[in-house]
């Protein structure tokens, strides 16, 4: 099994960027998708997750509006496009899939996101 995420890096606060997740060796149309972040001295949050029928949640707040979670079961790919970014969105970014709301899935290595002028 393998979850690996692109797509981070530097941006200035304002800007966009596109996180990608491509997963391999398990059925990802069963899986529940999700993005986490981690800042430093800060314990990993739930960012957005999404169904295996699309569903989506949004639980921090902070991102409802700016960040935009999707999923191509073609490609195993799972995406997150977060635009209007702040300097408080600096973080580890993770993606994690599980069967529903299970604590025993899978984990990427994570990307850096830096928001910084």
């Known amino acids: 099994v393998q979850l690996v995420e692109s797509g981070g890096g530097l941006v200035q606060p304002g800007g966009s960027l596109r996180l990608s997740c491509a997963a391999s060796?398990?059925?990802?149309?069963?899986?529940?998708l999700s993005w986490y972040r981690q800042a430093p001295g800060k314990e990993r949050e739930l960012v957005a997750s999404?169904?295996?029928?699309?569903?989506?949640?949004t639980p921090a707040a902070s991102v409802k509006g700016r960040f935009t979670i999707s999923r191509d079961n073609a490609k195993n790919t799972v995406y997150l496009q977060m635009n209007s970014l702040r300097t408080e969105d600096t973080a580890v970014y993770y993606c994690y899939a599980a069967i529903g709301w299970g604590k025993d899935g899978y984990w990427g290595q994570g990307t850096q996101v830096t928001v910084s002028s």
């Open positions: 060796g398990f059925t990802f149309s069963s899986y529940r």
């Open positions: 999404i169904s295996i029928a699309g569903g989506i949640t």
